[in-house]
């Protein structure tokens, strides 16, 4: 049967736009449920500024946490584990907290890369270029995301070339796979059929991976366009918990136990335990203090 890989987005794109931050404990426990659901990929931290982001602050204690853990086979030796870096003071805090995986994270529309990480797009790539560098000298695997491919919060329509062309300088730059992300869920399927067809055609699918915010309650739908279209690695978190501090009234991203339930009913394989999942969901929903968006929750399976 046909696989799919979900890349776990709660602990970084969720908690990162909650009003209540969590502890190091309680995020450590989140990872462990899902860690225990099957979860295989997730994305747990940032190391971005505290100011800008303070949800995210004490990544790295909670990345060492994790890593001991693993060690002591108290998580899955095969779960990876990734976290936001935007230049090379994020990558210094990242390789000492020993993660074994970063990501880079740009945008394909100016004022979106201003307003989220403080400069240019020309200027974000070479920022890029020096961290992939480095990262990739010190054996650590380097993630893309490009913020904004299907529109963007204050300049509304983004040029489909100019996407392209980004896409294609984050591979030559040594990406290993680009998460191609829409931002605050403008798209719809005839969109990212006329994106994907063209990435496709310059990269092969499993370098793609598709990061849908559910804004529109179009993710579904557009998640479905990409597997028609080959593409298998999908951005989702749990509950749908999240949204972007940067892209004002953003929800989050299309709920991981929404997905899979859609996928298993279709034949597809995730590894991942949807009772699990939604208890998680429920489990989460206490500990912000409100009701998650996602809708098995609210069904029970
Ligand atoms: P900056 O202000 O331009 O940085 O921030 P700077 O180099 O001018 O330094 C200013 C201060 O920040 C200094 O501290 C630096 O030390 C500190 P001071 O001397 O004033 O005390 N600093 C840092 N601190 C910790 N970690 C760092 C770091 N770098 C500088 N790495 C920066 C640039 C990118 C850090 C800032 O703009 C920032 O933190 N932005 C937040 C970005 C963010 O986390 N956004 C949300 C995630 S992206 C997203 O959600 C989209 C995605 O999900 C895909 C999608 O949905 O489209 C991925
Ligand atoms: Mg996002």
Known sequence: MPRVQ??????????QNEVTHLSVGQRFSLIKKLNDAG?????????????WVPQMSESGKLIK???RAQKMRRLHKETHFSALVPNRKGLETA?????KEIAVFGAASETFSQRNINCSISQSLKKFEEVIKEARANKIKVRGYLSTVFGCPYEGAVSQAKVIKLVEKYLAMGVYEISLGDTIGVATPKQ????????????NSSKIAMHFHDTRGTAIANILASLDLGIRKFDTSLGGLGGCPYAPGAAGNVAT???????????YTTGLD????????????????RQLPSKL?????
């Open 192 to 203: 990212v059929r006329e994106i994907l067809n063209k990435v496709l055609k310059m990269s």
């Open 39 to 51: 979860i295989r990929r997730m994305e747990i931290g940032a190391f971005v500024s505290p100011t």
């Open 95 to 99: 390789l000492e907290s020993g993660i």
């Open 257 to 267: 136990e929404d997905v899979v339930y859609m996928l298993h009913g279709m034949g």
């Open 65 to 67: 946490k994790v890593l």
């Open 274 to 289: 949807l009772q699990k999942l939604i208890k998680t969901t429920q489990w989460m929903s206490r500990q912000v203090g």
């Open 297 to 301: 929750s609210l069904t029970g399976g």
């Open 6 to 15: 979900i890349i776990e987005m709660s602990l970084r794109d969720g908690l």
